[in-house]
């Protein structure tokens, strides 16, 4: 068990490009959760992948973003046109099929500076 | 709507001293309770929950929590704090009406002083 990875850890970027980041969950499990957290505090849900399916997405996923998981394993979260309030560490967790209680294993994060 | 309110941003406590850092919630229905812990450039760590059942819930590193119904309060409890304690603890909310998402609080920074 190798735990959720996520790549990059840190990405620097100038204000108007787009980014993309990547997660890889823990292998079975099926739900797939993307949270991000700026300084001081909190995670604040983004979106929840079941599967390959997108079930919920936050208000905070504004339409410059993107998530997707196309086969059900990895997914991807992109930023289109970036600001510099999108700076912040970008959180990547799973949880085993099962009960809604299961525990969410977290990855290290992408720590996301927009310049 | 959920939410979760954890008071005192900061805590300190001496190395072998009590450590209580509070958390209350909000949450129309029965509320999942989860306690996760967060060092410098590392994700979260599931620390203990609550689901059902058994009101005290025991967790990893000696660490435990009793959910209150009638407080709405879900407070984290070490008996005898040690240096590696230190670190961010976020209080975190769920429930049935939610699906999967955590609702997490603020956070509490926790210094351990030699």
């Known amino acids: 068990d190798t735990g959720v990875s996520q790549d990059p850890r840190h990405k620097i970027t100038k204000r108007g490009q787009n980014v993309t980041f990547r997660c890889d969950p823990i292998?079975?499990?099926?739900?797939l959760y993307w949270y991000r957290q700026t300084l001081g505090q909190g995670p604040e849900f983004l979106t929840y992948?079941?599967?390959?399916?997108?079930?919920?997405k936050s208000r905070l996923l504004s339409d410059r973003f993107s998530a997707e998981r196309p086969k059900g394993s990895f997914s991807t979260l992109e930023i289109q046109r970036t600001e510099q309030g999108d700076s912040a560490m970008y959180l990547c967790?799973?949880?085993?099929?099962?009960?809604?209680?299961?525990?969410?294993?977290f990855g290290p994060g992408t720590r996301l500076t927009v310049l | 709507a959920q939410s979760v309110t954890q008071l005192g941003s900061h805590v300190s406590v001496s190395e072998g001293a009590l450590v209580l850092l509070r958390c209350n919630y909000s949450?129309?229905?029965?509320?999942?309770l989860f306690w996760y812990v967060q060092y410098p450039n590392q994700g979260l760590q599931l620390l203990l929950k609550?689901?059902?059942?058994?009101?005290l819930v025991k967790g990893i590193n000696g660490f435990e929590a009793e959910f209150k119904k009638s407080e709405t309060s879900f407070h984290l409890t070490k008996p005898s704090a040690h240096m590696s304690d230190a670190a961010e603890y976020f209080c975190?909310?769920?429930?049935?009406?939610?699906?999967?998402?955590?609702?997490f609080g603020e956070g509490t920074q926790l210094t351990v002083n030699p």
């Open positions: 967790a799973s949880s085993p099929p099962g009960v809604a209680y299961n525990e969410q294993f």
């Open positions: 292998s079975e499990h099926n739900r």
């Open positions: 992948f079941q599967n390959e399916a997108q079930l919920e």
């Open positions: 949450s129309s229905v029965p509320p999942y």
């Open positions: 609550y689901t059902t059942g058994a009101t």
């Open positions: 975190a909310v769920s429930d049935l009406t939610s699906g999967s998402r955590l609702t």
